[in-house]
Every structure is written in structure tokens, then in C-alpha cells.
């Protein structure tokens, strides 16, 4: 359904991003933001199933700037390939890299942005720092190391009750940090509860988690 464009960021940096064109009438243009496993086929279906909606939606490429065309396995090895990626990409400039893929869609209206894992905390940060219509973060570990970035439009998070990777007390630092933001504990649900093709999959928690998602978008994002 979609194809791989390029976009130009602030500093120079060329990264490539997958495009999803919306189908049908427009509801919201989105910039979707991957887990530490690159650009890969998961996500470039999330990507996809947002455009069945009516959502055109960009997935920046944000390792381009270490390593071109990442997609890693969802296995210990592809987890330490992209923590240490990660590490070393820092995370000022994937927000940079978010603002490309923010231009991009600009021009046709208001823009949104949803992320996941890894992504779901770079979603947080853009929310907080660059103009967007709203934000859905999903299960962002790093959210809660962050205290003094607070997002400046309407947004939402996710977080599974059973997730050994964020535990109730950070979920809970979190909300007090931001009283504004809703924030939804899904029973039963691990890491990585949206992603169909990880082993923490809920289907029904993803359902749910993703019509607050479509609710937020729908109220946020004014289609043109």
C-alpha cells in the first residue's frame, strides 16, 4: 500500500521514511514512530492499517542516521541490536528527524503522532516539543526520565499492567507527573502488547488501546 520516500531534516540529514496514503476521504495525517526494531514489516503495517482508515501516515526511518535500512528480529539479539542503536542516537536528534517527517505532512493540515516501545517515549518528547495536533504513546519505558517534558497538546498513554519493563511505580510517577494526561493501564497486558508478531500480543488490548487512539485522533485532528 505505501512506498519509501525521503525526507530532509533542519540539519541537513537525509533520512527515508515509509508513506502510507490515506484511502478514501481524509481523517488526519499521522507520523509514526517505530520500536528499537527499525522501520520493519510490523510497523510498516501499523502504517498501512492507519491509511485503510483514512490517515495518511510517515514512519521516519530514525536510525538512518547510524545505520541505513535497519530492520531487526524480534529476538534477544535484535533487542540488544536496538538498545545499543539507541544508545548511541541519543534523543535529540530523532526529534529532529520527527519535525522532517512533521514538515512533510504540514502542508496538508494538522498533524498527529502515535509510537510504540522505544518510539511510544520519542512520541512523548515531540508532543512536548514540537507543534502537533496530538499524541498516543504506547508502553514508552523512558517517559518517566524525562520529568521536565510535559506534552503541549492532547495526549494519551498506554502502558500494560503486567509489563516487566515498567513497572506499576514508574506508570505511577508518570500520572503524577502529568495529571493532564489520561493514562491507561490495560489488565493482563505485557511489553509490546500492540505488536501482532511479538509473543506479549493482546488482541484485545490492542483493541481498545486503539479506539482511544482513533478517539484522540478524531477529536484532534481536523481532516483537509
Known amino acids: 500500500?505505501?512506498?519509501?520516500?525521503?525526507?530532509?531534516?533542519?540539519?541537513?540529514?537525509?533520512?527515508?521514511?515509509?508513506?502510507?496514503?490515506?484511502?478514501?476521504?481524509?481523517?488526519?495525517?499521522?507520523?509514526?514512530?517505530?520500536?528499537?526494531?527499525?522501520?520493519?514489516?510490523?510497523?510498516?503495517?501499523?502504517?498501512?492499517?492507519?491509511?485503510?482508515?483514512?490517515?495518511?501516515?510517515?514512519?521516519?526511518?530514525?536510525?538512518?542516521?547510524?545505520?541505513?535500512?535497519?530492520?531487526l528480529g524480534y529476538d534477544g539479539d535484535g533487542i540488544a541490536e536496538g538498545r545499543t542503536l539507541v544508545g548511541e542516537l541519543g534523543w535529540d536528534r530523532p526529534i529532529v528527524d520527527v519535525a522532517a517527517a512533521v514538515d512533510y505532512l504540514e502542508p496538508r493540515g494538522g498533524v498527529g503522532i502515535v509510537g510504540y516501545c522505544w518510539g511510544g517515549t520519542v512520541a512523548w518528547l515531540a508532543a512536548s516539543r514540537l507543534d502537533l495536533g496530538c499524541a498516543a504513546a504506547y508502553y514508552g519505558r523512558q517517559i518517566v526520565d524525562f520529568p521536565d517534558d510535559h506534552p503541549r497538546c492532547p495526549t494519551i498513554a498506554h502502558f500494560g499492567a503486567e509489563d516487566a519493563l515498567i513497572p506499576q511505580d514508574t506508570v505511577d510517577k508518570v500520572g503524577a507527573a502529568n495529571p493532564d494526561v489520561p493514562i491507561y493501564l490495560y489488565p493482563g497486558a505485557g511489553h509490546g502488547f500492540n505488536c501482532d508478531v511479538r509473543p506479549d500480543y493482546r488482541a484485545d488490548a490492542a483493541a481498545v488501546a486503539l479506539d482511544r487512539t482513533l478517539s484522540l485522533f478524531a477529536k484532534s485532528l481536523a481532516p483537509r
Not at 31 to 55: K, T
Open 1 to 71: 500500500m505505501g512506498d519509501l520516500i525521503k525526507l530532509r531534516a533542519s540539519d541537513g540529514h537525509v533520512l527515508s521514511a515509509y508513506h502510507a496514503t490515506a484511502e478514501g476521504g481524509i481523517a488526519g495525517r499521522l507520523v509514526v514512530i517505530q520500536e528499537v526494531f527499525g522501520v520493519n514489516a510490523h510497523i510498516r503495517s501499523v502504517c498501512d492499517d492507519y491509511a485503510a482508515r483514512g490517515y495518511e501516515a510517515v514512519a521516519p526511518a530514525l536510525f538512518d542516521r547510524i545505520r541505513p535500512g535497519v530492520e
